[in-house]
């Protein structure tokens, strides 16, 4: 399917409304294509900012961070979804000790993987 022919109405039956507060309805639940094609297509546009000019921009109902977190933990085009290399587990487990469980000053170090898939 095009980008063109995304219709933000198709595959959203079955799918559970929040508010965001301002009186428009959100889409909860699991992401369609479609949606991920027109977010997509938004940060083609638009690059990794102003998550939430997507509703406004594209009529896709979910709120700026929720955007945010899919791209950048499910669709930016240099995401690493392979397992962690042998060299890449050793500086998780030497930051690991130095840092304990605080993941977001773990994270600072770590260059090579976001922060959600530690």
């Known amino acids: 399917m095009a980008l063109e022919e ?3 109405s198709e595959g959203f039956k079955n799918m559970s409304q929040a508010s965001d507060g301002g009186g428009n309805d959100l889409t909860k639940g ?4 479609q ?6 297509k938004y940060v083609t546009e638009n ?4 998550w939430n000019d997507v509703s406004k921009k594209f009529g896709l109902m979910r ?3 929720s955007c945010r977190l899919r791209w950048f933990n499910h669709l930016r085009s240099n995401l690493k979804k ?4 042998p ?4 500086i998780i487990l030497k930051l690991h000790a ?3 469980n605080r993941w977001s000053h773990l994270a600072r170090h770590v260059h090579f993987s976001p922060l959600f898939s530690l």
């Open 35 to 40: 949606e991920d094609a027109l977010l997509v």
């Open 30 to 33: 699991l992401w369609t294509p």
């Open 98 to 100: 130095k840092y304990g």
């Open 6 to 8: 995304c219709h933000i």
């Open 87 to 90: 060299e890449e587990e050793n």
């Open 82 to 85: 392979e397992d962690f290399t």
């Open 63 to 65: 709120c700026g961070n």
């Open 47 to 50: 690059g990794e900012r102003r």
